[in-house]
């Protein structure tokens, strides 16, 4: 899951004309904490992760933290496919 948070990052502090996707950032409560997010993997406050499913992307306190929106609860952010990975 650090790739999408990576792919956010990027994002965020490297943006161009490719934009992939628009739309708005929140993080998981602090009640998530120890279950599973919509990716499947289990959600820790304190990892730099981040997971999609209705909304454009969630990430975890510990980034929404870093990209300085905890506070706000929301972040108007854009996302942009830098690499394919391929999934089995």
Same mark, same amino acid.
């Given at each position: 899951? @650090?790739?999408?948070? $990576? ?13 992939? $996707? #628009? %739309?708005? +950032?929140s993080y998981y409560a602090? /009640?998530?904490? %120890? #279950? ?13 992760? +981040?997971?999609? @499913?209705?909304? =454009?992307?969630? &990430? /975890?306190?510990? +980034? ?6 905890v506070r706000d609860g929301? +972040? $108007? &952010?854009?996302?942009? =496919?830098?690499?394919? =990975?391929?999934?089995?």
């Amino acid at each position: 899951m @650090n790739w999408i948070f $990576q792919l956010l990052f990027l994002c965020l502090f490297f943006p161009s004309n490719d934009i992939y $996707q #628009r %739309g708005k +950032a929140s993080y998981y409560a602090a /009640s998530m904490n %120890g #279950r599973r997010t919509a990716s499947g993997e289990r959600y820790f406050s304190d990892s730099l992760t +981040a997971a999609s @499913n209705s909304r =454009i992307i969630d &990430v /975890s306190w510990a +980034a929404a933290k870093k990209l300085n929106f905890v506070r706000d609860g929301l +972040a $108007q &952010v854009e996302l942009k =496919i830098i690499d394919t =990975i391929s999934r089995k």
